[in-house]
């Protein structure tokens, strides 16, 4: 990717990552960094992407094209269609990781074990972050 592509796509995130700020209340900025930083396409597949929205009502649409930037938006991505079963709402992730930060089980941080991929790799984000966490693999 050129490096003026890159910088959209970076500029993107940010913007994605602020307006889930407002739309999700967040509080964390630890959840607003993971969402700026973790590389949603990487884990939506195939491409041009079928996308869901509430807006749109029940029906998915299909992405004009392959620019990561089209994912940089509130909506689900298909995993499989037929099934209805869809990669997580970034509204609800962001809300559901900022009620997580500071959060402690038996003297441990907080973690989600489920989810999208993508997801999982903004928790390990903010679970660093936030809590001080060493991770056993890079994100």
Known sequence: MPPDQADDLAEARRSFAEELRHTARLRSPAVVEAF?????????RPRPWRILSPMRGPDYWTTD?????RLCHDVLIAIDETRRLNNGHPSLWAN???????????????????????????N????TSAAGVTLNRPV
Do not use: H, W
Not at 36 to 44: G, K, L, M, S
Not at 96 to 110: E, M, T
Not at 124 to 127: P, Q
């Open 96 to 122: 559901l990781f900022d009620q997580l930060v500071g959060a402690k089980f038996n003297g441990r941080p907080a973690r989600a074990g489920a989810g999208d991929p993508s997801y999982l790799s903004m």
């Open 65 to 69: 094209d392959s620019d990561p930037r």
């Open 36 to 44: 700026a930083t973790v590389p949603r396409e990487r884990f939506a």
């Open 124 to 127: 390990s984000i903010v679970s």
